[in-house]
């Protein structure tokens, strides 16, 4: 199993990013798929998530409206667009795969984890 993150820099506020997870290994088109971030001394959040199965989606509410999750199921790829991205956005964005049919948010239901890549938005 592997996912690998890419797409990740440093910009200023108001600009945009777009994340890639490449997976292989598992029956993507099967799997709950989120974005996740983590900053120091924090909990690692989850900021959108995708059921592949089911196409349902959740949002974090700092992040509602400014990011979008999709998944290309031929690729076996999910995608996080951030737009109008702001200083609090800033972290490690984690791509992760879950077994479970519905949209899971909590980091624990999680099996398979990327290596991250960083993110960062200058004031």
């Known amino acids: 199993v592997q996912l690998v993150e890419s797409g990740g820099g440093l910009v200023q506020t108001g600009e945009s990013l777009r994340l890639s997870c490449a997976t292989s290994?598992?029956?993507?088109?099967?799997?709950?798929m989120g974005w996740f971030r983590q900053v120091p001394g924090k909990e690692r959040e989850s900021v959108a998530v995708?059921?592949?199965?089911?196409?349902?989606?959740y949002y974090a509410d700092s992040v509602r409206g400014r990011f979008t999750i999709s998944s290309d199921i031929a690729e076996n790829t999910v995608i996080l667009q951030m737009n109008n991205l702001q200083p609090e956005d800033t972290g490690i964005y984690y791509c992760?795969?879950?077994?479970?049919?519905?949209?899971?948010?909590?980091?624990?239901?999680?099996?398979?984890w990327g290596y991250g890549t960083q993110v960062t938005v200058s004031s």
């Open positions: 290994g598992f029956p993507f088109e099967y799997y709950c």
């Open positions: 992760a795969a879950s077994t479970m049919a519905i949209v899971v948010t909590t980091a624990d239901w999680y099996e398979h």
């Open positions: 995708l059921s592949n199965n089911d196409k349902l989606t």
